[in-house]
């Protein structure tokens, strides 16, 4: 094998790893929205039918309650997914890094041929 087919097959799999790396960010992405619409769905208040105004109170406080619960669960989910998140976006990163680099050095070996 020569060199400019060691760089292409290099290449070749250098854009397997990014693709693999950029679907890893795209599915870390996708929890962590689905978490942030989880909290931002908790900030609906409880409805409540006609009922008698201490009753509606009640039941708003024992849902504020729960629902500050749900939060602060949430929230300590949404903190390990961004890490994951940033973790994915630095290795699609690097990976692109990679890629780039492996192009530039196979575009100069075409170059000298």
Do not use: C, H
């Amino acid at each position: 094998m020569n060199r400019r087919s060691d760089l292409a097959r290099l290449q070749k799999l250098s854009q397997l790893i990014l693709d693999q790396r950029l679907a890893r960010l795209r599915e870390t992405a996708d929890l962590r929205d689905r978490t942030r619409m989880q909290i931002m769905s908790l900030d609906q208040s409880a409805k409540t039918a006609d009922l008698p105004t201490v009753t509606v109170n009640q039941v708003a406080l024992r849902y504020e309650l729960w629902a500050d619960a749900q939060r602060t669960e949430l929230n300590a989910v949404l903190a390990r997914q961004t890490v994951a998140w940033l973790d994915a976006r630095d290795r699609a990163l690097a990976a692109f890094g990679r890629l780039e680099a492996l192009r530039g050095l196979n575009r100069n070996a075409e170059g000298e041929s």
